[in-house]
Nanobody, 128 residues
């Protein structure tokens, strides 16, 4: 599976932006997709995830209530709607998919180890 993330850019604090991640290749075995981010000098961290079947979602505490993850099954695309953006949200955002094995349990959605394929990342910069 190949992933193409886009939608990053420069936005002012308090603003909104939507990221998208399109999957191509053998997408029939997608079990879940997630978003992670990595700020300069920091570890990659979980942002949000969605299970393909059933649509169960999971969010990092830092983005709950501000970010919404959604999917379009027909387009094999996942979206991350980000509202009320904060400067600490500045990072490279990566999408990832679990496309091998089996559907992950809900508690595993926040772990990078759950995912098999990763996109190239898209930069988001939030100015104060």
């Amino acid at each position: 599976v190949q992933l193409q993330a886009c939608g990053g850019g420069l936005v002012q604090a308090g603003g909104s932006l939507r990221l998208s991640c399109a999957a191509s290749g053998r997408t029939d075995s997608n079990y879940a997709m997630g978003w992670f981010r990595q700020a300069p000098g920091k570890e990659r961290e979980f942002v949000a995830a969605i299970r393909w079947s059933g649509g169960h979602t999971a969010y990092a505490d830092s983005v709950k209530g501000r970010f919404t993850i959604s999917r379009d099954n027909a387009k094999d695309t996942v979206y991350l709607q980000m509202n009320s953006l904060k400067p600490e949200g500045t990072a490279v955002y990566y999408c990832a998919t679990r496309d091998r094995g089996s559907r992950p349990i809900i508690s595993a959605l926040s772990s990078a180890a759950t995912y098999d394929s990763w996109g190239q990342g898209t930069q988001l910069t939030v100015s104060s």
